[in-house]
């Protein structure tokens, strides 16, 4: 038995998401992308879309409520609790490298891509959501 927003007893989400990645890799795929509200070329989204996925690997559970399901959170809690392990409880989480576990990874690169597919304050405000307190600064208007 399926649930709902799945197919198979995978995410549609996930699937989509792996979709428009494939498409943005294709040699004839589209030359330019949205990354937070602005065109950019597909390296520039890749690298927009680490750099996020190890943002809210490293602040987590701070993104927990923007897994795309409760199943892929709890890949990326198990994920998270190894990485402090490894990094003898330290107080942050230095993400290092990705998980291996396909429903972590692919729950980080959801959460990258849905605060991507914002325009620029809206992407500023989730920014400041996983961010420490004390960490951000407002600049000029």
Known sequence: MTRPGTAGGRSTTLITLQAKILDLLR?????????????????????????????ACSTWPAARPLSPSG?????????VTALRREAGEQARVRPGTPS?????SGCLAHIADQILAGNPGEVREQLKLLLPAGRW????A
């Open 71 to 79: 199943e892929t959170a709890s890949a990326v809690d198990e994920h």
């Open 27 to 55: 040699p004839d795929g589209p030359a330019s992308t949205l990354s937070a509200g602005l065109p950019a070329p597909p390296a520039r989204y890749f690298a927009d879309l680490r750099a996020l996925a190890l943002l």
């Open 100 to 104: 291996m576990d396909a429903a972590a």
């Open 137 to 140: 600064k407002e600049g000029p």
